[in-house]
């Protein structure tokens, strides 16, 4: 959904309607996240493994999640909007090929 949004941004940027899709799709997005966050370690590890594995996950994330605005805004500045969404939509696309992968492995 966040890849979808920032393309979308990209199609019709500064359109008041895209922008309100762009902001529904990418929090759509946040919240199938945060869903998936508590879940995937509970299916791929058990429960037994759950609480080592979610917290190993977490941090790595968490400082991900901290660095993201100061390196978005970073790189909006110097190489512009344009090709800051798309950076954000192929990565978004690379971590849903890596879950499918994952996925594939189970």
């Given amino acids: 959904l966040g890849a979808a949004a920032c393309l979308l941004q990209l199609l019709a940027h500064g359109s008041a309607p895209v922008s309100t899709a762009f902001v529904l799709l990418y929090?759509?997005?946040?919240?199938?996240?945060?869903i998936a966050?508590?879940?995937?370690?509970?299916l791929l590890f058990g429960?037994?493994?759950y609480a080592v594995m979610s917290s190993r996950l977490t941090v790595p994330?968490?400082?991900i999640f901290a660095a993201a605005p100061l390196l978005y805004a970073a790189g909006i500045e110097r190489v512009g909007t344009v090709f800051s969404l798309?950076?954000?939509?192929v990565l978004q696309l690379l971590a849903l090929a890596a879950l499918a992968v994952l996925?594939?492995?189970l």
């Fill in 27 to 34: 929090s759509a997005g946040a919240g199938v996240l945060s």
């Fill in 37 to 42: 966050r508590a879940t995937l370690p509970l």
């Fill in 47 to 49: 429960q037994r493994g």
């Fill in 61 to 63: 994330q968490n400082l």
């Fill in 86 to 89: 798309v950076g954000s939509a």
């Fill in 103 to 105: 996925v594939r492995r």
